[in-house]
């Protein structure tokens, strides 16, 4: 059965002002990017949240906390689009103020890529009756954002192998060995951080939607 917040209009104010910032921070990521390669592969994923939430606003509608972080994920993509995530200047900034030797941008996007996904997946597990129960709820979060994850790095492998020297931007490793083992592990900081953080707020959206 239908519920109220399934009736509700699917394109409302709150969907405009999320369509208006990202078209926004997407025309200004496109507009002379440091390298278009990276900007393309760096942008891709975020157009295709664009499109997913698109279609869930027709079909599923999502908490506005889902909404939201949807849209935070994408301007953290777009930003590293245009000045490649080893080169964003306010965290060179930062590298300069504490001494470190890498830009570490690329670590905030690692962290989102834990933090959306986790609310995302949580949302779609629940409301589909995936699985029972709140740990085994936690634990399918956890693992689907850490497979997510080293998908992702696989691509970049890839992106590499097929594309040369062409995908040095993108990958942004700034000579570190062991980037790709702390991508991820940002990756998992980021789910664990949405659980703890975001559980309550996230089931009162839920229990809103059904009544």
Known sequence: ????????????????????????VFIWSAIEPKDRFTWVLEVAPAVIGLALMLVAWFRFPPTSLLTALVLVHAVVLMVGGHYTYAEVPLFDTFRDWFGSTRNN?????????GFAPAVLAR??????????????????????????SAFYELLEWLAAEFTGDSAEAFLGTQGYVWDTQTDMAFALLGALAA???????????LDALHN
């Open 123 to 148: 949302e779609v597990m629940i409301r589909n009756h995936v699985v029972n129960g709140k740990y085994w709820t936690h634990l399918m979060v956890v693992s689907i954002c850490l497979a997510f």
């Open 195 to 205: 659980l703890i953080l975001l559980t309550k707020l996230h089931d009162r959206q």
């Open 105 to 113: 941008y690329d670590k905030v996007g690692h962290f989102m890529q």
């Open 1 to 24: 059965m239908a519920t109220t917040a399934d009736r509700r209009p699917a394109i409302g104010y709150s969907q405009l002002i999320w369509l208006a910032i990202f078209v926004a």
